[in-house]
């Protein structure tokens, strides 16, 4: 489920990096996280700017991407008994966003869920075949586990006692644009657009037009939102779905996924909340999660009917 920028012209003749990234003129794109990104600027980005973006990405992705058998939380997910690991500095924040997520959903967030999503086949290989009856009852045997009391966090030390599949879905990306955000305001970029392909922020004087991409069909738009020096995010159930009822936006507190409701956009100040907001519009009342978040949201529930803040900037088409 995606945003859809305003029109931009397609560069004629892009330069191409060794690892597949693209840029001309004001326009940067690059794979990160298993899609397609795009940074645009007015002034175009020098290539140590753009070494160092793709540097930060792969320290990132180095870290928290459990599809990688090299990163961090694959360590965690494989460590018989659990152990103590040091997570870097941007830790702190990424686990503190989950922190308030995990406690105004009732646990329905939870970076724990990566288990859950192996066993319905989206595992480290994208097999996309849920695990047999009596692996799942096995694990179902062992109990649960929830962010609240299986980890215990000193700092940006994590201490776990069992191997645990850490998935940061939920926050990840929308983190990654900030992250990437700030590098280019270090460099004195005022005025970008940080598309992570569905979560995106944007920074200048002048509001973008976004559009509001249909739930079931890519090539529609269901409205648009107005953004200016904010973060939009979207989510929904079937950019990756994979089966009858089988997609990723799953309920931690029962490894099974939602239904209800099918698409979700949240704006808010940084693109990691509103990431974050968009999963959880799907399992809690919006009114409860303004009672701890400064945002707006449109959601879709699968009769049809759209729900919206009252202070969302934009426009639904009937």
């Known amino acids: 489920m995606s945003p859809k920028k305003p029109d931009v012209q397609e560069p004629s003749r892009p330069t191409v990096g060794p690892d597949g990234s693209t840029a001309d003129g004001g326009r ?18 020098s290539q140590e700017l753009r070494s160092r973006i793709l ?49 105004a959903t009732d646990g329905a967030v939870d970076p724990l869920v990566g288990r859950d999503l192996e066993l319905l086949g989206y595992d480290s290989v994208y097999s996309l075949r849920p695990a047999p009856d009596e692996v799942r009852a096995a694990e179902r045997a062992r109990g649960r586990v929830s962010w609240a009391r299986d980890v215990v966090r000193d700092g940006t030390t994590v201490v776990t006692e069992r191997p645990l599949v850490i998935d940061v879905g939920a926050v990840g990306k929308g983190y990654l644009v900030d992250l990437l955000s700030a590098i280019l305001r270090e460099a004195d970029h005022t005025r970008f657009v940080v ?20 739930p079931f069909d890519p090539q529609r738009v269901i409205g648009v939102a107005d953004l200016r020096n904010q973060a939009l995010c979207a989510s929904g159930i079937s950019r990756r779905a ?30 990691a909340r509103a990431d974050g907001l968009a999963t959880a519009l799907f399992f809690t009342d919006p009114r409860r999660l303004t009672e ?24 639904l088409f009937t």
Do not use: N
């Open 28 to 45: 940067f794109d690059f794979d990160a996280l298993g899609t397609r990104w795009q940074i645009e600027t007015d002034v175009p980005l």
């Open 55 to 103: 540097h930060r990405i792969q320290r990132f992705d180095a870290t928290y991407s459990r599809f990688r058998p090299d990163s961090l939380v694959s360590r965690i997910a494989t460590t018989p008994g659990g152990g103590r690991f040091e997570f870097p500095e941007d830790s702190l924040a990424l686990f503190g966003l989950y922190d308030r997520l995990h406690a």
């Open 195 to 214: 598309d992570g392909s569905g979560d995106l922020r944007h920074a200048g004087e002048q509001t973008i037009r976004v559009g509001l991409e249909h």
């Open 242 to 271: 994979w089966g009858d009822g089988l997609h990723h936006v799953l309920d931690a507190r029962t490894g099974v996924p939602v239904g209800g409701v099918v698409a979700t956009w949240a704006v808010a100040d940084q693109a």
């Open 292 to 315: 701890s978040f400064d945002f707006a949201y449109v959601r879709v529930r699968s009769d049809g009917r759209a729900e919206f803040s009252p202070d969302f900037a934009g426009e």
